[in-house]
């Protein structure tokens, strides 16, 4: 079956960075887009960003400039490098191929100093 597996995230102070790490199985992984989600203590998941099978790619307003999302297809595996971290960063990071139920278990990220 498809499975997705998010790892990376951790405690971060404000300004630093990390890469998280999205590895599918199950799927050929070159013929889907992939999406980053986040959801925070009380609030609804929000979308992040994605990535096209094409490579093509597209950000919220509030990471655009400071995260980057890319995809190794031959790894079966989608990164989102996130740079100049804010503590409202902080939630939940989830990845999933878009537009399917098909979607990973998140991974913690906490941006405090």
């Known amino acids: 079956q498809v499975q997705l597996v998010e790892s990376g995230g951790g405690l971060v102070q404000p300004g630093g960075s990390l890469r998280l790490r999205c590895t599918a199985s199950g799927i050929i992984f070159s013929g889907v887009a992939v999406g980053w989600y986040r959801q925070a203590p009380g609030n609804q998941r929000e979308y992040v960003a994605d990535?096209?099978?094409?490579?093509?790619?597209n950000y919220a307003d509030s990471v655009r400039g400071r995260f980057t999302i890319s995809r190794d297809n031959a790894k079966n595996t989608v990164y989102l490098q996130m740079n100049s971290l804010k503590p409202e960063d902080t939630a939940v990071y989830y990845c999933?191929?878009?537009?399917?139920?098909?979607w990973g278990q998140g991974t913690q990220v906490t941006v405090s100093s």
């Open positions: 990535i096209t099978s094409g490579g093509s790619t």
């Open positions: 999933g191929i878009m537009r399917t139920p098909y």
